[in-house]
């Protein structure tokens, strides 16, 4: 068993590195709790995404950055490794917890993606109730700070050797209403399959372009181990965008990668020794 999670690439002041930290290592404990009670590594990302969604320090559910109209919207997905199951959901409003409304898409099963309100009337279908939109938006992002980035995500192997990846943002601050990023497009920003999961963060359409995730798990899927895996993947999305990004993998040997190219991505993991590494920069 092994468990990952990142709390969003970018410059983070030093104001909120303990917070940021203690977050990360929340999430990972959670996660850790449901893996080894002999939960799904689904079932861990997802806990371990919940946990970071409600922290207001991330950039995800409560917390999440505003758009060019004030308004919140989020993007969240979760992946299957075992047999390649998809739930994601883009833009949606009023949805406290977007990795579980992700996650009713993927057990629905349909469909891999559900967009804007009508994903939000999907919700209310599955039971998971709406919040005020207003009850997202926090006081820091009113007043805005320009040093954060701050997307979450988690990625889990548990005992029967499953992987899985979850990943959840409110997206960059100040994108156009609609805007949808790499965070819940397979391949983008969330990918799982028999040989990794990857959950990545940074600027979505360079992340998009290069199907980073994807690029990650077939670099292990050839036979990398997952670091050197991450850190190829990164190089090339420099190389071909210009862009810094960072992103969180875990290979089916058990290997964990957490790599930034940003000046900071707070992280936690735990190998499986239950050994916890929390990190930054
Ligand atoms: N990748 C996210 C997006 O573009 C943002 C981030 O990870 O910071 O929506």
Do not use: K
Not at 56 to 66: D, I, M, Q, R
Not at 231 to 242: H, I, M, V
């Amino acid at each position: 068993m092994r468990i990952v999670v990142h709390g969003g690439a970018g410059r983070i002041r030093e104001a909120r590195h303990a917070a940021c930290r203690a977050g990360c290592e929340r999430a990972a404990r959670a996660g850790w709790r449901v893996l080894t009670a002999g939960g799904s590594a689904l079932d861990a990302a997802e806990a371990a995404v919940r946990l970071l969604e409600d922290d207001p320090e991330f950039n995800a559910g409560t917390g999440a950055v505003l758009r060019a109209d004030g308004r919140v919207q989020l993007d969240a997905a979760i992946m299957d490794g075992g047999d390649l199951r998809f739930g994601g959901v883009a833009a949606v409003e009023g949805i406290r917890n977007p990795v579980s409304l992700a996650r009713r898409v993927l057990e629905d099963g349909r469909h891999a993606l559900l967009a804007g309100p009508d994903a939000t009337s999907f919700a209310e279908a599955a039971g998971i109730p709406r919040c005020d939109p207003a009850a997202l938006v926090v006081d820091r992002e009113r007043t805005r700070w320009n040093d954060r980035y701050g997307t979450v995500g988690c990625v889990a192997l548990d005992r029967d050797g499953r992987l899985a990846a979850a990943t959840s943002t409110g997206g960059q601050f100040g994108a156009l209403a609609g805007r949808v990023g790499d965070s819940s497009l397979p391949g983008c920003g969330t990918y799982a399959d028999a040989h990794a999961g990857v959950s990545c963060t940074g600027p979505g359409e360079a992340i998009m372009r290069t199907v980073l995730a994807r690029d990650v798990a077939a670099r292990i899927a050839g036979g990398d181990m997952a670091g050197g895996a991450a850190r190829a993947a990164l190089t090339l999305l420099r190389e071909r965008t210009g862009q810094d990004a960072g992103l969180i993998a875990i290979g089916r040997d058990g290997g964990i990668a957490s790599a930034f190219t940003t000046p900071h991505m707070p992280m936690a993991r735990i190998g499986a020794d239950g050994h916890l590494v929390v990190g930054l920069d």
